[in-house]
């Protein structure tokens, strides 16, 4: 509860389970991830809670094998895979299944962010199944942009490849018109991304989605319109 920073913390780590854990702090509390997992292999979280003022789960560079199921988040900047690709030579991120979640109120759901620089990082073969949002602003949202405060990485593209990412069985409302977006590098286009069975809602009418640089297919009932 209340940490000053990040609550939970997995570096360099291997075979974790995360049962039953309730992480609490303010909304507009700073950094104040709830889990993050980095360099950690075969790391299962389950059964959780939590509200906080930053990522409910943040996913760093050299994670593989990670499943998460069975979570509340809320308030908090949603389920992140990153920021990733800060550093030229990075480990990448693979094998990531979440599932059977609920955000509500948060300012992301499932993202993936990565800088807008050099790097030989990488995601694939991520799952995002059965996620119900409940007036999140960025249900679904790839995001290789990053650039705070626009230092060391102005008119850059990253260069972590992001492929093998599957949307399947994702519902409720966005707080934002376009619900979900897709900006990807133009060094190194999203590869293989699948939307399945998605229905995303905004102020009671269709919601928009906003791709660049991604390449990939939709299959099922999906709103807002694949622009895959």
């Not at 991304?193 to 009671?204: A, D, G, K, P, S």
Request: hydrophobic share 30%; glycine share 10%; proline share 4%.
């Amino acid at each position: 509860m209340n940490s000053q920073l990040g609550h939970i913390a997995f570096n360099g780590c291997e075979d974790i389970t995360v049962n039953g854990v309730t992480v609490r702090a303010s909304g507009d509390s700073p950094n104040t991830d709830g889990i993050h997992v980095q360099q950690s292999v075969n790391i299962v979280i389950i059964n959780t809670s939590i509200r906080t003022g930053d990522d409910c789960i943040s996913i760093g560079p050299g994670t593989q094998n990670l499943w998460i199921e069975h979570m509340a988040c809320g308030p908090g900047h949603g389920i992140s895979i990153g920021s990733l690709g800060k550093d030229l030579e990075e480990p990448g991120v693979e094998n990531v299944t979440v599932k059977d979640v609920v955000l509500s109120g948060t300012q992301n759901g499932v993202r993936i962010k990565t800088w807008a620089r050099e790097s030989n990082g990488y995601v694939r073969g991520v799952l995002f199944e059965e996620a119900l949002m409940i007036n999140v602003n960025n249900p679904i949202i790839i995001d290789q942009d990053y650039c705070p405060h626009n230092l060391n990485c102005p008119n850059q593209g990253s260069g972590v490849k992001i492929s093998g990412v599957k949307y399947r069985n994702i519902r409720g409302t966005s707080a934002s018109k376009v619900a979900v977006t897709f900006n990807c590098s133009p060094n190194a286009p999203c590869q293989d991304i699948r939307m399945e069975n998605v229905e995303l809602t905004y102020l009671n009418q269709l919601a928009q989605a906003s791709c660049s640089h991604a390449e990939g297919s939709s299959s099922g009932v999906v709103y807002p319109q694949s622009c895959l």
